[in-house]
C-alpha cells in the first residue's frame, strides 16, 4: 500500500496585506537570509517583491534598529542597473519591498553556452555601473554571483541587467546588519570576506567581478572544490590561474587578463580602487573596443616566461660587490639569468656571470665556468650536507621585457634604491600584470626587512607570473620574513600555498638560520603548524611527502 504524503500546509503569508499596502501573490524563492514573495501595491497595482528575513537574523542583539538604518541607505539606490528597495518594516519579521524584475539570471545565460565576448564586456560595464553608484552611497553587496545577475529587455534595450538582493549589504559608513557573518557565495567570496587580511568593502565586490569575467570567458571558475574549507583557502592562499592558462586558444588579449588579474588579487589594495577604474581598464582592452578575437589573439603574450634577479645578485654580476668566502653560503645552486643589454655593458654581463649568482651567501671562490648561449648554474664546493633543491627550470631571455626593468637592476646595483624603487612603482602602476616589477619590490622590501610589504609584492610576481613559486630567491625572502612578529602567519599562509617546491628552504632554514624564530616557524610549517609560536607535531604535515 502506498503511503501518500500529507500535502503542505499553505503558507500563511500568501494573500496577507501588509500594513495595508502590500498584497501577497506567490511565492518566488527562498535562500540562506530569507523568503522572496511577488506582491503588489493594492493602490496602483504595481508589482513589487517583498523579501521576509528569516527569524534566527532578526534575533541578533540590536538587530532592528541596525536593520532600519540599512534598508534606509539601500533606499537612496537610484540607478538603472540596481534594484532598489521601496519600502520597509516588521511584520511577523522584518521584510524589504523592492522593484520586481522579470528576466533571465545570468547563470541561465551562461548555461545556455559560451557568451561572446562583445555581449560579456556589456555585461560587465553595466554591472560596474551599478556598483560604482552603490559604492558612492556607502554600500557594498558583499554577495554578487550569477544568480543574482538578471538581463532583461526593458525599454527595447537587450541584455539590460539589473543587480539584485542589495538588501543583504554591509554598509561601509554604519554599522551592519550582517557584522560578524561570513556573507557570501565561497566561489565568488574575497579572501578578506572569510577572515583574510583587509577590510571588507567596495573592493570585494571588485574581486567577485573578476571571478564572474573569468568564469564568463575562461568557461570555469578560477577555483573548484566539493569542500567549501578547501574552496576558501584556495581564494585566500593559492594564485589564481590565467586566461591563457585556462583557454589556451581563447585569443584574449594581454590587457583584458592583466585586469582580471588584477582584480583578484589577494590582498584588496592591489585591486582596483573603484568600479570606475575596474570599467576604464575593461574599457581600454581591445575586448572592450570591440575588436576581434583574431586581432586579440595575434597579439596575446608569448607564453615564455619572465625573469628578474635579486637585489644583491645584481650587484654581484655587474661588479658593485665581489664575493667572498664563508662557510655559512646558502645551499642552493641558483638559476642564471641572462640579461639583454648594449653589446658594451654585455661584457661585463659575462664577466659576473663566471663568479655566480647567490642572494645573499658569500660562496667560496672557484674556477668560473665557461660562458655559453645557454649557461648553466656553477657547481659549488662544500655544499655535501645540504639538502638537495629543485633543479633549476630553464628559462628563456625576456623578449618583451619593459627596458625600466634594466634599468632598474642598474639602479640598484649602483645603490640607487630609492630611485629604482620609485622606477618600478611606476612600471606597476601602469603595468599591472607585469612580474618583474613586483619581484624586485619585494626583493628591496626583504633586504630592508619591509616584511608585509615584501610579501604583497612577492604575491602579486606570484600571481602575474607563476613560475616565480619556485624562484629560491623569493622563497627565501619570504621564509626570513617569518621573524616578523605581527605578520609571520600571513608568510607561513604564503609559503604553504607554494607547496613542495618551498620545503628545502624550509628545511635549511629550520636547521640553520640565525634568527630563532625563523628556525621555530619553518620548523612549524614543516610539521603541519599554523602559527603561534609553538612547534606542532611532525605527524600530517603539509610538507611532508
Not at 503511503?3 to 503569508?13: I, K, L, N, S
Not at 530569507?34 to 517583498?50: C, H, I, N, S, T
Not at 645552486?333 to 655566480?356: A, D, E, Y
Not at 621564509?479 to 613542495?500: H, K, M, T, V
Amino acid at each position: 500500500m502506498d503511503v501518500v504524503e500529507p500535502p503542505a500546509p499553505p503558507d500563511p503569508r500568501i494573500g496577507h496585506l501588509l500594513q495595508g499596502r502590500y498584497r501577497i501573490i506567490s511565492k518566488i524563492a527562498s535562500g540562506a537570509m530569507g523568503v522572496v514573495y511577488r506582491g503588489e501595491r493594492v493602490q496602483l497595482g504595481r508589482p513589487v517583491a517583498v523579501k521576509f528575513l528569516h527569524p534566527w537574523i532578526a534575533a541578533q542583539k540590536a538587530f532592528l534598529s541596525r536593520f532600519e538604518n540599512e534598508a534606509k541607505a539601500m533606499s537612496r539606490l537610484a540607478h538603472p542597473h540596481c534594484v532598489s528597495v521601496i519600502d520597509f518594516g516588521v511584520d511577523g519579521a522584518p521584510y524589504l519591498v523592492m522593484d520586481f524584475v522579470t528576466g533571465r539570471t545570468l547563470r541561465d545565460v551562461m548555461l545556455q553556452g559560451p557568451v561572446p565576448v562583445a555581449r560579456t564586456m556589456k555585461i560587465a560595464q553595466q554591472l560596474l555601473s551599478g556598483l560604482a553608484h552603490a559604492h558612492a552611497q556607502g554600500i557594498v553587496h558583499r554577495d554578487l554571483k550569477p544568480e543574482n545577475l538578471i538581463l532583461t529587455a526593458e525599454d527595447g534595450l537587450e541584455d539590460h541587467l539589473r543587480i539584485l538582493d542589495f538588501g543583504l549589504a554591509k554598509l561601509r559608513d554604519g554599522p551592519a546588519m550582517t557584522a560578524g557573518l561570513a556573507v557570501g557565495t565561497p566561489s565568488y567570496m574575497s579572501p578578506e570576506q572569510s577572515g583574510g587580511p583587509g577590510d571588507v568593502d567596495a573592493r570585494s565586490d571588485l574581486y567577485a567581478v573578476g571571478v564572474l569575467l573569468f568564469e564568463i570567458l575562461a568557461g570555469r571558475k578560477p577555483f573548484n572544490s566539493e569542500n567549501v574549507g578547501e574552496l576558501i583557502f584556495m581564494h585566500r592562499e593559492q594564485p589564481p590561474p590565467r586566461l591563457r592558462e585556462a583557454v589556451s586558444e581563447g585569443g584574449y588579449s594581454p590587457a583584458l587578463e592583466a585586469a582580471i588579474d588584477k582584480a583578484l588579487s589577494k590582498m584588496p589594495q592591489d585591486r582596483f580602487s573603484s568600479a570606475g577604474e575596474f570599467a576604464a581598464a575593461l574599457a581600454a582592452t581591445p575586448e572592450g573596443q570591440g575588436r576581434t578575437l583574431a586581432a586579440a589573439a595575434r597579439k596575446a603574450r608569448p607564453a615564455s616566461k619572465t625573469t628578474v634577479d635579486t637585489v644583491s645578485a645584481v650587484r654581484r654580476r655587474l661588479g658593485a660587490d665581489a664575493p667572498a668566502a664563508d662557510s655559512s653560503a646558502e645551499p642552493a645552486p641558483r638559476q642564471w639569468r641572462l640579461v639583454w643589454i648594449g653589446s658594451g655593458f654585455l661584457l661585463i654581463v659575462l664577466v659576473g656571470l663566471t663568479i655566480g649568482r647567490a642572494l645573499r651567501s658569500h660562496p667560496a671562490a672557484g674556477p668560473s665556468a665557461p660562458v655559453a648561449s645557454a649557461p648553466a648554474p656553477v657547481p659549488r664546493p662544500g655544499r655535501s650536507a645540504a639538502p638537495a633543491l629543485p633543479p633549476p627550470v630553464p628559462v628563456p631571455a625576456p623578449a618583451n621585457e619593459d627596458p625600466r626593468i634594466e634599468q632598474a637592476r642598474q639602479m640598484l646595483a649602483a645603490n640607487q634604491t630609492a630611485d629604482a624603487v620609485s622606477l618600478l612603482e611606476r612600471v606597476r602602476a601602469e603595468k599591472p600584470g607585469d612580474a618583474d616589477a613586483p619581484y624586485l619590490l619585494a626583493m628591496t622590501d626583504f633586504e630592508a626587512h619591509r616584511w608585509s610589504e615584501g610579501l604583497a609584492n612577492a604575491q602579486s610576481a606570484v600571481r602575474n607570473n607563476p613560475s616565480f613559486r619556485t624562484d629560491g630567491d623569493l622563497i627565501r625572502g619570504v621564509i626570513r620574513s617569518l621573524a616578523n612578529d605581527r605578520g609571520y602567519e600571513r608568510s607561513q599562509s604564503f609559503l604553504r600555498g607554494l607547496g613542495p617546491g618551498a620545503t628545502p628552504y624550509l628545511k635549511e632554514a629550520a636547521r640553520r638560520d640565525p634568527n630563532a624564530r625563523v628556525r621555530e616557524r619553518a620548523a612549524e610549517l614543516l610539521g603541519g603548524g599554523r602559527g603561534g609560536g609553538g612547534r606542532s607535531s611532525a605527524g600530517g604535515g603539509m610538507f611532508k611527502r
